[in-house]
């Protein structure tokens, strides 16, 4: 569970290693040599997906927006009306469920989206053609095939269990097994999103990505998206929720949307897609 926070450890790491070479010569230059790894460990997830994301992609643009938006009962007006401003094409929201009040006020903004099952929705301005549900230790995937001006499109919903508890830890660790299985076996362009309940750097994660030869947007320092509100710091967090994609797509523009009452906030891409 230390992966949720990998980055705060490793930034740490660093300035200690630099601190003890600035301050104990006897120990400088294996601070130093240390230092440097610990760099490389930190700016390797970054340097892998700018190879990968860097094109050339000259096809349809899209907005695409992930966001788990908790499961609770408060008024969610305040984000139809931010989903409405942003105008996204896909968008994939966690933790819903069919019993949700004012599900007619979001469905209408988009006029595609999956059957709904426990956990997970994908919403599309693109026809879905096909929809296909796999359900593991009560957490559930969507895959749905869109039709995006003539071509295939495959966009995975994506939630594993939250971890908790050491055995949450373990049901997390099997979703991400089965979601690294089904996406070494995708052959067309392909979007993942979703609460991966994984930073970057968690191995589960990294099968995940090396599997698929999925990428997301460069970033040294990814945007938190799982922040600390309930306890009290909601200026620390966790880069948990992701945007995935494989092929020569490129993403840009990566950035969270505001606090609209979850203890999570929506993360925003622009998707172009290959020629």
């Given at each position: 569970m230390g992966y949720l926070f990998w980055d705060y450890m490793l930034v740490a790491s660093m300035v200690v290693l630099l601190a003890l070479a600035a301050l104990f010569r006897k120990v400088r230059i294996a601070a130093l040599?240390?230092?440097?790894?610990v760099c490389a460990e930190f700016l390797s997830p970054t340097l892998v997906n700018w190879d990968r994301n860097a094109g050339p992609a000259t096809g349809p643009v899209?907005?695409?927006?992930s966001y788990n938006w908790l499961l609770d009962e408060r008024d969610r007006s305040d984000i139809y009306a931010w989903l409405k401003h942003e105008d996204p094409d896909i968008v994939a929201i966690q933790e819903f469920t069919e019993q949700e009040k004012g599900?007619?006020?979001?469905?209408?903004?988009?006029?595609y989206h999956t059957t709904p099952v426990p956990d997970v929705l994908i919403l599309s301005k693109y026809p879905i053609i096909k929809q296909t549900n796999k359900s593991l230790d009560w957490n559930s995937m969507v895959r749905a095939e869109i039709n995006v001006k003539n071509r295939l499109l495959v966009v995975w919903g994506i939630h594993p269990a939250t971890l908790k508890e050491p055995q949450e830890l373990k049901a997390r660790d099997h979703y991400l097994s089965d979601i690294a299985y089904y996406a070494a076996r995708e052959t067309e362009p392909v979007l993942m999103l979703g609460d991966f309940n994984a930073t970057r750097w968690d191995p589960g994660f990294r099968a995940i990505v090396a599997?698929?030869?999925?990428?997301?947007?460069?970033a040294l320092l990814a945007p938190?998206?799982?922040?600390a509100v309930r306890k009290g710091v909601p200026f620390i967090g966790a880069p948990i929720d992701h945007l995935l994609t494989n092929g020569s797509n490129i993403f840009s523009d990566?950035?969270?949307?505001?606090?609209?009452?979850?203890?999570?906030?929506?993360?925003v891409c622009i998707l172009q897609l290959s020629r």
């Amino acid at each position: 569970m230390g992966y949720l926070f990998w980055d705060y450890m490793l930034v740490a790491s660093m300035v200690v290693l630099l601190a003890l070479a600035a301050l104990f010569r006897k120990v400088r230059i294996a601070a130093l040599l240390a230092a440097v790894v610990v760099c490389a460990e930190f700016l390797s997830p970054t340097l892998v997906n700018w190879d990968r994301n860097a094109g050339p992609a000259t096809g349809p643009v899209l907005k695409v927006i992930s966001y788990n938006w908790l499961l609770d009962e408060r008024d969610r007006s305040d984000i139809y009306a931010w989903l409405k401003h942003e105008d996204p094409d896909i968008v994939a929201i966690q933790e819903f469920t069919e019993q949700e009040k004012g599900t007619t006020a979001l469905f209408s903004l988009f006029p595609y989206h999956t059957t709904p099952v426990p956990d997970v929705l994908i919403l599309s301005k693109y026809p879905i053609i096909k929809q296909t549900n796999k359900s593991l230790d009560w957490n559930s995937m969507v895959r749905a095939e869109i039709n995006v001006k003539n071509r295939l499109l495959v966009v995975w919903g994506i939630h594993p269990a939250t971890l908790k508890e050491p055995q949450e830890l373990k049901a997390r660790d099997h979703y991400l097994s089965d979601i690294a299985y089904y996406a070494a076996r995708e052959t067309e362009p392909v979007l993942m999103l979703g609460d991966f309940n994984a930073t970057r750097w968690d191995p589960g994660f990294r099968a995940i990505v090396a599997a698929g030869e999925l990428h997301e947007e460069p970033a040294l320092l990814a945007p938190l998206t799982r922040m600390a509100v309930r306890k009290g710091v909601p200026f620390i967090g966790a880069p948990i929720d992701h945007l995935l994609t494989n092929g020569s797509n490129i993403f840009s523009d990566c950035h969270t949307g505001p606090n609209l009452g979850s203890d999570h906030k929506p993360l925003v891409c622009i998707l172009q897609l290959s020629r």
